[in-house]
């Protein structure tokens, strides 16, 4: 076997598969004088370690549990002309996760919400922050069943850790009494530490219904409130 089988063979080994499919460009770059060994030693490493970046984003984006991937790209700002394109785009800076302030995403069904809260998750993952999505019911379920099973301050820890947490559709159901202390421990738990990005079809005026009581629901407002950016969107809905 000769000496370049063998490094391929090693190279495989090694799961430097970048490298391999790229071996025999840069050994004609080389013998043709356009490369010296060093610069494609330096390239090939460089195509390996931004496969290793592509995949590490990919496993957070994953295990970020958003519905759908779509950036701010995608999203159609002729259609939303209410929508302060440049205030999105600031956003996705990210300054606001530095700065540990929310956003709250205010409008009717379909206009949205939904995709420019993922398009901004999804950013804050690729950038390494810790970044889950999870419907507004689905979180409320999975902290009263930590309840009945006595476990509620480990799950709510759990919730609270992520430096992005974004909860979908708040104000569809109204919740019960457990539900709504159990969601004001986490966003007190959350407040001034972390970024919470919520959606919301339901203006702020009507929270009391959702949680049973003004009270509650003015104490939720304030944490979420403080240190926030409010985009509200009127417009057609893309479904119709």
């Given amino acids: 076997m000769n000496v370049y089988i ?26 043709s004088g356009e490369k010296s060994i060093v610069e494609a030693l330096y390239e ?26 779509k950036g701010t790209e995608d999203f159609d700002f002729s259609f939303q002309p209410g929508i302060n394109k440049q205030q ?30 993922v398009s901004l998750g999804i950013e804050c993952a690729k950038h390494r922050y810790s970044t889950y999505f999870i419907h507004f019911q689905e979180l409320i379920a999975q902290l009263k069943k930590a309840l009945k099973e006595n476990r509620l301050e480990v799950r709510l820890k759990h919730f609270a850790k992520y ?27 959350r407040y001034e530490k972390h970024s919470t990005i919520i959606t919301t079809n339901t203006p702020f005026s009507e929270w009391s219904e959702i949680f049973g009581s003004p ?26």
């Fill in 88 to 117: 999105i785009l600031d956003l996705k800076s990210l300054r606001f996760v530095e700065n540990n302030e929310n956003i709250l995403f205010v409008g009717t069904p379909g206009v949205g919400k939904t995709h420019l809260a």
């Fill in 215 to 240: 009270v509650l629901a003015q104490a939720i407002l304030d944490r979420l409130l403080h240190h926030s950016h409010v985009i509200l969107i009127k417009g057609k809905s893309y479904r119709l």
């Fill in 163 to 189: 430096k992005v947490l974004i909860i979908d559709e708040i104000g569809y159901l109204p919740i019960d009494k457990d539900g709504a202390n159990i969601f004001f421990q986490l966003i007190s738990k």
């Fill in 44 to 69: 090939l490493s460089e195509l390996e370690l931004k496969a290793k970046e592509k995949r590490a984003i990919a496993s957070v984006v994953k295990v970020a549990n958003f519905p759908f991937l």
């Fill in 6 to 31: 063998k490094l391929q063979n090693n190279l495989e080994e090694l799961n430097l598969i970048n490298m391999k499919n790229n071996l025999d460009k840069y050994i004609n770059l080389i013998n």
